[in-house]
Structure formats: structure tokens, C-alpha cells
């Protein structure tokens, strides 16, 4: 079922927003300040790409510099990029078949406002949060 969920998100717009994170993410790789950033918005392209069946969790080791690099990046693009996930949730939503979409959608939410201090892991990985 994961498998058919996910091709049916790639085709329905997983495959734009995955392209519009990477092309985000080779944006902010240009500068030194910007490669935190810029890896953190490759995380979010590949977890947006095929999101069922994978899971977020907190890096227990991420520190202070993750929690201030949340807050510049809640700021300037955080917001933006949830309030995108939001309306296209509900849009998805309006339909049965979208439903699963558009819970995927709100999913990507947290990811978006504060991706730094998180890791992609599968859903089904007994030791996600002992790393």
C-alpha cells in the first residue's frame, strides 16, 4: 500500500515540491552560511519525494546553533513553505481518494517550519530514537 501511495504522491505533485526543495537547497549551498540550510531543504526534497512509510525524529544531539538556525530559518521561509503545505492539504482533501495526500501534506509541515535538529528514518525502524 506504501508503495502505491507514494507513486501516486509522486505524480501528484511530490515530484514538483521534491525539485522545489533541491532547487531551494542548491540556492542556499552558494554561500558558506547557507549549507546548513541548504542540507536541511535536501532532507525535506528527499522526504517530500516518497513520504509513506518514513517518519521524522528528533537528532537528540543537534544543539544550541540547530535551535537559533530553526528560528532564522521560521523567519524567511519556514512559514512560508508550511502555509503551502496547509492549503494544498486541504485542497488534496476535498476528495476520498486525496485524503492520504493531503495527511501527507500536513506531515511535511513540521519539517518545513523547523527542519534543522531532524532525521528522516523509516517508519518501521525499532531504533529510531536511540540514535
Not at 43 to 59: E, K, Q, S
Not at 65 to 70: F, Q, V
Not at 92 to 115: D, E, H, M, Y
Request: glycine letters at 12%; charged letters at 10%.
Amino acid at each position: 500500500m506504501r508503495l502505491l501511495l507514494n507513486v501516486i504522491w509522486l505524480v501528484f505533485g511530490g515530484l514538483v515540491m521534491a525539485l522545489g526543495y533541491a532547487v531551494a537547497g542548491v540556492v542556499l549551498a552558494i554561500t558558506v552560511v547557507g549549507i546548513p540550510f541548504a542540507i536541511a531543504s535536501f532532507r525535506m526534497a528527499n522526504f517530500a519525494l516518497w513520504p509513506f512509510g518514513r517518519r521524522l525524529v528528533d537528532v537528540p544531539t543537534s544543539g544550541a546553533m540547530a535551535g537559533i538556525g530553526n528560528v532564522l530559518w521560521l523567519v524567511l521561509a519556514g512559514w512560508w513553505l508550511a502555509l503551502g503545505h496547509v492549503l494544498t492539504g486541504i485542497a488534496q482533501c476535498i476528495t476520498v481518494i486525496g485524503i492520504p495526500l493531503g495527511i501527507a501534506n500536513f506531515k511535511l509541515v513540521p519539517v518545513s517550519l523547523l527542519p534543522l535538529g531532524k532525521e528522516v528514518v523509516d517508519a518501521d525502524d525499532p531504533y529510531a530514537f536511540t540514535r
